[in-house]
């Protein structure tokens, strides 16, 4: 097997258990590869064999001990981790006997896991490697409302169901339905996507449909609508509560029989199609007031996944940050630029009214304003509600509780004035120099130093390159 990455062997039943793992796993640079049965492990174990496997303690075929016990006859020396729960304790005291690395209580923290495989994976001599270009945009959460998301596609990952995907404006919908598609029988087929708010009522019908030769004026030609063009796979209908009423009947009888008839045509049209659709809106209420057919409501809505507004997952911020940064940096063909301290706290004291998209423009337009190789806060843009959000305005003290927040969260045990204080002193330094035009002997006297201490902390900060 080609080393792209640790190699993380995953069995356990429980699809979402499978789904959220192997998505994380993935972001860590490694190469997950899921069974939800001891006997289909043991089958490729027959011709592969992975640097670390994470077992459930409980599956209907056979155990995580039973698993074990038949690995040590002959792969003794891969690592296993067990996930068992707080009531298995006898279990978990069973599989530290029986020769596992480690044992997973549920439910899991995600980050303490991918640290756990890297431990056991360095310990059989094995070190992380590239597991090769990221495929597209890629879903990052570690926030509670983001991992029940995960959750979801993963229960939903073995069916073709219906499901309608509600959130605000920005918050990634298409994506997570991208998700749902890649994750489902239906992955090998075509995943078409259309906005139906972008598209007026007349024309929409047509999209949806599609038309015959001279069905109206210049329809010289017959038109595969977008239903046809995903037959066999999945059709993602976005911003659904803007479909006009007349629409909306069309579209339930497609649901409910499977067929329609293109705009001018005469024979009906069978296709077998997955919908999911989306919308920004209160469909509940657009029910009350007429706006949304109620039988249509409850044929989309078999199963609703919510996606959380990016200001209720500020967590996430940074790992988002890095991600789109990056892949903006890939689009210009440099290297990835890196967030500064106080504009790393602005992104966390923003509330984000756009959302993930918002925080993907700021990363373009940081990416390409920004010389240096470090984004400071005066590479943001101007905009007087983003301005407002920076430390160094009425509200820096909450900007400089949120990095607080973000940096114990992310690494509880470094000392926080020994980054804090040094950036501290280099904003202050360098708008302060910005503001006199360079002039020492002013920015000294505004900063209440001496210009032999303003020059020493120039020189011990390594700001000599940017004041000249």
Known sequence: MANDGIAVWVVDDDESVRWVLAQALTLAEMAPRCFESGKMFFRALRDERPDVIITDIRMPDMSGLELMEQLARSHADIPVIVITAFSDLDSAVAAYQGGAFEY????FDIDETVALVAKAARQKGVEPGPAGPPQGPRMVG??????EV????GRLSRSSMTVLITGETGTGKELVARALHQNSPRAKKPFVALNTS????????????????GAFTGADRRRLGRFEQADGGTLFLDEIGDMSVALQTRLLRVLAENEFFRVGGQTPVRVDVRVIAATHQDLDAAVQEERFREDLYHRLNVMQVAIPPLRDRKEDIPELASVWLEQAAGELGIAPKRLSTEALAAMMAWDWPGNVRELVNLCRRLTVNCAGQEIGLADFPAEPGFAASRPGQSDWTEALAAWVENRIAAAPGEPLLAQALPEFERTLIRTVLRQVGGRRMEAARLLGWGRNTLTRKIRELGLDTDTG
Do not use: D, N, V, Y
Request: hydrophobic residues 45%; negative net charge; aromatic residues 6%.
């Open 104 to 107: 997973l209580p549920k439910p």
């Open 142 to 147: 570690q926030a509670p409302a983001m991992q």
């Open 150 to 153: 995960f959750r979801a596609i």
């Open 198 to 213: 972008a598209i007026t009522p007349e024309l929409l019908e047509s999209e949806l449909f599609g038309h015959e030769r």
